[in-house]
């Protein structure tokens, strides 16, 4: 009798443990920095559409390649199904990154991440790295490396 009533103890603890990962699990992971202006930006307010959410740095040879194309994507689909959010992570660099921003004529908000590390779409260890989030904000995809809009296409069009 002792050895049912621990098993059922431990299945009891395991139930309880899962069901509450999996409510924490479907709770979709939400990104709040500022913006080069000061104001505030939520991710999940572009729920609804498709969400290109891009890491990246002043100093990135490959980030500089690609912002061509995520200004093209950006341009592209911005009104209708999907947009590009840029996130620096240089830390006391905003007038620069501005200066930067404007020079490169970045369309799409940048915005300020103090600890790119504490991603909630996953780690940064390398730049540039791109996280894709579906239109109802789930993560899809995570790309390391410069991207290209013919790629971001594909990946959006195929989902």
């Not at 905003?94 to 020079?103: I, Q, T």
């Not at 940048?110 to 894709?132: E, H, K, M, W």
């Amino acid at each position: 009798m002792y050895f049912l009533k621990k098993t059922f103890s431990s299945f009891f603890i395991i139930l309880v443990i899962s069901l509450y990962a999996q409510v924490a699990h479907s709770e979709q992971a939400d990104l709040v920095l500022l913006d080069l202006k000061g104001k505030q930006v939520k991710v999940s307010d572009y729920k609804g559409k498709w969400v290109i959410v891009n890491y990246w740095a002043t100093w990135c040879p490959p980030c500089a390649v690609e912002i061509p194309e995520l200004n093209a994507f950006h341009n592209k689909h911005k009104n209708k199904d999907a947009v590009v959010v840029g996130v620096n992570i240089e830390k006391g660099e905003l007038e620069y990154v501005k200066e930067f921003s404007a020079d490169f004529k970045i369309s799409y908000p940048i915005l300020q991440a103090l600890d790119p590390a504490n991603s909630p779409y996953g780690q940064v260890r390398a730049l540039p790295t791109t996280f894709i989030l579906n239109r109802k904000g789930e993560l899809v995809k995570k790309i390391v490396g410069a991207v290209t809009m013919e790629r971001l296409e594909n990946i959006i069009n195929a989902k």
